[in-house]
């Protein structure tokens, strides 16, 4: 069982930044892929990045790379999105999630540990 809760969300201007937290909690926490993944309205939930319990191997979607990057804290089992030259289309809820069995994946499907979720707002 892994507890996953985000934080971090917010309004923001196109063009400018945020940094998503995601601490997680439960047992053997170096069994599970991490990553975040976002559901903007009326549309699916899409994979945005993913990294391993190590902070290693940052992988994210190539429509983003280049603006978002995903990395680790070593001392703690907390994950970070930051997020740079935000657009309108960024906007959704971001979710926090672990993948049993995997180091990473950018897969939606392998995930099943979700956070509850943080809304992030990009508008001018």
């Known amino acids: 069982q892994v507890q996953l809760v985000e934080s971090g969300g917010g309004f923001v201007q196109p063009g400018g930044s945020l940094r998503l937290s995601c601490e997680a909690t439960g047992r053997a926490i170096d069994n599970y892929a991490l990553g975040w993944l976002r559901q903007a309205p009326g549309k699916e939930r899409e994979f945005v990045c993913t990294?391993?319990?190590?902070?290693?191997?940052?992988t994210c979607a190539e429509p983003i790379k280049g603006r978002f990057t995903v990395s680790k804290d070593s001392k703690k089992d907390t994950i970070y999105l930051q997020m740079d030259d935000l657009r309108p289309e960024d906007t959704a809820v971001y979710h926090c999630a672990a993948a049993h069995g995997y180091t990473t994946t950018t897969y939606k499907g392998h995930y099943n540990y979700w956070g509850q979720g943080t809304q992030v707002t990009v508008s001018s």
């Open positions: 990294i391993n319990y190590a902070g290693n191997s940052p």
